[in-house]
């Protein structure tokens, strides 16, 4: 079955830095979407994403946040300037034309320090 | 204000009985539910979904019913199976379709 691939797994930074995490979605599909989850806690919706422009946000997704479609296969998330409380696990997803369901990739677990 | 409640933070069940998992929700423009399996680490995994035309899909051992008048959806296990052993989130698409918005979990425990 065709995946979503994210990179880094793992990725550990300092408070204050720039990080950018890096999703392939399926190639066929139309939507892109970024979670992420806190530990022990629900899985929040971040952004969407179709015919490369924002379709809708969060109020999580803040002026520090930005997503980028650069080229035919790739789409980052991009966190200007870390803090804390941006620790969490980040999970890409993306789906095809119709209103189904969503394929996740298995994640970046970002740690600021 | 949470849009989808899954009011039991876990369930745990015997090998071969029956599981089910509670899951409210509060717009009744809502007309597009999922429930995911996640296990830690991994990213959540699709498992059936029902649409506002339907009151019941079934996929193998798994069955999900739509009470639209209710606000309220369940998905039925039968029979769990330790390998079921997981967090499941109940999710719906917003009015515009532009996000799948997740309940909080329920961390189903299968005992054998």
């Known amino acids: 079955e065709p995946e979503v691939t994210q990179t880094p797994s793992h990725q550990v930074t300092q408070m204050g830095q720039e990080v950018i995490l890096r999703c392939v979605p399926i190639?066929?599909?139309?939507?892109f979407y970024w979670y992420r989850q806190i530990l022990g806690q629900k899985v929040e919706f971040l952004v969407s994403f179709y015919n490369n422009e924002i379709s809708e946000k969060s109020e999580i997704f803040d002026d520090q946040f930005s997503v980028e479609r650069p080229d035919g296969s790739n789409f980052t998330l991009k966190i200007r300037s870390t803090k804390l409380e941006d620790s969490a696990m980040y999970f890409c997803?993306?789906?095809?034309?119709?209103?189904?369901?969503?394929?996740f990739g298995s994640g970046t677990q970002l740690s600021v320090l | 204000d949470q849009q989808v409640k899954q009011n039991s933070p876990s369930l745990s069940v015997q090998e071969g009985r029956i599981s089910i998992l509670n899951c409210d929700y509060t717009?009744?423009?809502?007309?597009?539910f999922l429930w995911y399996k996640k296990y830690p680490a991994e990213g959540p995994t699709f498992l059936i979904s029902i649409s506002s035309i339907k009151d019941k899909n079934e996929d193998g051992r798994f069955t999900v019913f739509l009470n639209k008048s209710a606000k309220h959806l369940s998905l039925h296990i039968v029979p769990s199976q330790p390998g079921d052993s997981a967090v499941y989130f109940c999710?719906?698409?917003?009015?515009?379709?532009?996000?799948?918005?997740f309940g909080k979990g329920t961390t189903l425990s299968v005992s054998s």
């Open positions: 190639s066929n599909h139309l939507y």
């Open positions: 997803a993306s789906r095809g034309g119709g209103l189904e369901k969503l394929f």
């Open positions: 717009n009744s423009m809502f007309d597009y």
């Open positions: 999710a719906a698409f917003n009015q515009a379709g532009t996000a799948l918005i």
